[in-house]
């Protein structure tokens, strides 16, 4: 698609949406300013990264799928130590605390887990749970939230956050 069909398609893709004045009007002020275009350009290579992530499929290592059936089979937030004191004898690196919370960790960016802040820790749960969570200590509600800052704060991807959001909601 050469640079006038790509502008076509957007302008109509603007007009099309019921947020396209909103997004162009945006747009118009990034772009009319070099230095808030860099950083826009920038930000937006990471959205598309983190959109071309959503289509791939989640694998998991072996241990990765013991820990998540663990986590999930608890039903309830788990920290890193209860994980590592629970399944160290199945994955002797797993008795290393650290280890633990490495494998959790990578759990939750591929957005199969979420984790929330407690005290100065973190407990590992569903990433509904994770979301609900952080909903109840920002006083949001899921209609006026932000997502962006959820998946900061549980840590997982925002696509996953969008979701949970989404049936949160009802809308899917």
Known sequence: MDRGESIEKLAGLLSA???GDVIAETLVEILAEERKRNIFVAKLQEVRNETKAIDQEITFTPMERSV???VLAKKQPLKAGEVS???GAE???LRHRTHASSVLNSLVSKGVLGK?????????TTPEEAVMECLKKRDEEPDRCSPVRIADETGMPLAVVLEVIGR???SE
């Open 91 to 93: 994955y002797p690196s």
């Open 68 to 70: 998540l059936d663990f």
């Open 17 to 19: 949406d019921e947020y």
């Open 116 to 124: 929330i802040k407690v005290g100065r820790g973190y407990c590992f």
């Open 85 to 87: 004191d629970a399944m």
């Open 168 to 170: 949160l909601l009802g």
